[in-house]
């Protein structure tokens, strides 16, 4: 059984920070891309941030996150972590890890980030 189990969210005010951790479960995690996504209220989960598998790992993000955020894996351990800073209210959303490509039986409960002074 895939389980992506998300932590870290929280509420910080613009211009803060957070890291964002998930821990895959049930998958061979050194295969598999993984991804950040995000679902703010009334709109479309979207990828925010993705890695590749093997050792070069590489990294995409969204444009609107280029920059302030930081996806990284540690395929020892399993996990994999996204390092937001510079935060804006339009970060605000439910976070969520999957693979990348995403699978849609692999939905998590996800973190809430909650950006407001």
């Known amino acids: 059984q895939v389980r992506m189990v998300e932590s870290g969210g929280g509420l910080v005010q613009p211009g803060g920070s957070l890291r964002l951790s998930c821990a895959a479960s049930g998958i061979i995690f050194s295969l598999n891309g993984m991804g950040w996504y995000r679902q703010a209220p009334g709109k479309q989960r979207e990828l925010v941030a993705g890695i590749s598998r093997g050792r070069t790992a590489g990294t995409n993000y969204a444009d609107s996150v280029k920059g302030r955020f930081t996806i990284s894996r540690d395929n020892a351990k399993n996990m994999v972590y996204l390092q937001m800073n510079n935060l804006k209210p339009e970060d605000t959303a439910v976070y969520y890890c999957?693979?990348?490509?995403?699978?849609?039986?692999?939905w998590g409960q996800g973190t809430q980030v909650t950006v407001s002074s």
């Open positions: 999957n693979i990348f490509p995403s699978s849609p039986s692999y």
